[in-house]
């Protein structure tokens, strides 16, 4: 039997089946796969055939978010896996602690499943290996850098937020080859200008390299009416077609929208749980983070 699984604000899990006779045909158990959480459940995937689920961590209780592991059988159970550290560059900011857009992806060396997800203060996407007792790695220091091509290697303090649901798969439209677009909202500094209005994602490619772009709509006249701040997606230059166009950037030169490439593994200087520097140098190098309604189906 197949089974869906759906998280809710409180911090707790539903199990659901199929049941043609009842409302909505999903027949949901009464008390709750899993539940204890001060924080809600942020994102879900099934990995290797486990399903694995974040919760944003509570700092001032320790262990009671991070990931999560079910373990299917006559009893089931949730295992804790491992909690990150929680930091930020700009105490102004909300506490955002959680991981979003746990994705699985097959590993190319062997085809075993890892996981990655986008956590959303530090700006840092990390790859998970279950086969490897969950080992974590950087795969991309986003605000690094961003901070090193919009800012001048000046820390960039604003929202990055990454995959706010998921990582979504896909094909290249020029090369064929099997990419995932993953969300993002970053600030630019330019806000009233066409970048400032623009909205921005990023490409992860198999081999782990990277390259971000970004959606333009000059159709709509929100910089021209002299909005405080462009919301993404908006602009009105008179110069440009009346079509919403998207386009690949150059992880070296917005300018030409070159199509480069971030290498694998160029993570930036700051190591995943350390605390934020007043200022970042001149890097060679990058990395993601990012609410997730998730429903998951499970035999």
């Known amino acids: 039997?197949?089974?869906?699984?759906?998280?809710?604000?409180?911090?707790?899990?539903?199990?659901?089946?199929?049941?043609?006779?009842?409302?909505?045909?999903?027949?949901?158990?009464?008390?709750?796969?899993?539940?204890?959480?001060?924080?809600?459940?942020?994102?879900?995937?099934?990995?290797?055939?486990?399903?694995?689920?974040?919760?944003?961590?509570?700092?001032?209780?320790?262990?009671?978010?991070?990931?999560?592991?079910?373990?299917?059988?006559?009893?089931?159970?949730?295992?804790?896996?491992?909690?990150?550290?929680?930091?930020?560059?700009?105490?102004?900011?909300?506490?955002?602690?959680?991981?979003?857009?746990?994705?699985?992806?097959?590993?190319?060396?062997?085809?075993?499943?890892?996981?990655?997800?986008?956590?959303?203060?530090?700006?840092?996407i990390e790859r998970i290996d279950p086969s490897r007792n969950h080992a974590v790695t950087l795969e991309l220091d986003v605000r690094n850098y961003f901070s090193k091509i919009w800012y001048g290697g000046q820390l960039y303090r604003d929202v990055t937020l990454i995959a706010y649901n998921d990582m979504t798969a896909a094909v290249h439209p020029k090369t064929g080859?099997?990419?995932?677009?993953?969300?993002?909202?970053?600030?630019?500094?330019?806000?009233?200008?066409?970048?400032?209005?623009s909205s921005w994602y990023l490409v992860r490619y198999r081999d782990g390299s990277y390259a971000h772009g970004r959606v333009f709509d000059p159709g709509d006249s929100t910089i021209r009416r002299g909005a405080a701040c462009a919301a993404p997606g908006q602009s009105s230059s008179p110069r440009l077609p009346k079509t919403a166009h998207a386009s690949f950037t150059s992880a070296a030169s917005m300018r030409t929208e070159a199509h480069t490439r971030i290498p694998p593994g160029s993570t930036g200087l700051r190591r995943p749980n350390e605390p934020y520097p007043a200022s970042v140098p001149v890097l060679s190098g990058t990395q993601a983070d990012a609410v997730c309604r998730f429903a998951r189906f499970r035999r």
Not at 7 to 23: K, P, Q, W
Not at 82 to 100: I, K, L, V
């Open 177 to 197: 080859e099997p990419i995932h677009l993953i969300g993002l909202w970053v600030l630019h500094p330019e806000r009233q200008s066409e970048l400032g209005a």
């Open 1 to 124: 039997m197949h089974h869906v699984f759906a998280g809710i604000a409180n911090g707790a899990i539903y199990r659901g089946a199929y049941d043609a006779s009842v409302a909505g045909q999903i027949a949901w158990e009464e008390k709750p796969d899993f539940d204890g959480r001060i924080r809600r459940p942020m994102a879900a995937a099934e990995a290797d055939g486990a399903l694995y689920l974040t919760v944003d961590p509570e700092p001032s209780q320790p262990g009671n978010g991070g990931l999560f592991r079910r373990v299917d059988g006559p009893r089931p159970r949730w295992d804790w896996i491992y909690e990150w550290a929680w930091s930020s560059p700009n105490p102004d900011m909300p506490m955002w602690t959680g991981m979003r857009g746990l994705t699985p992806l097959r590993d190319p060396r062997d085809g075993h499943d890892v996981l990655l997800g986008a956590r959303e203060q530090p700006g840092v």
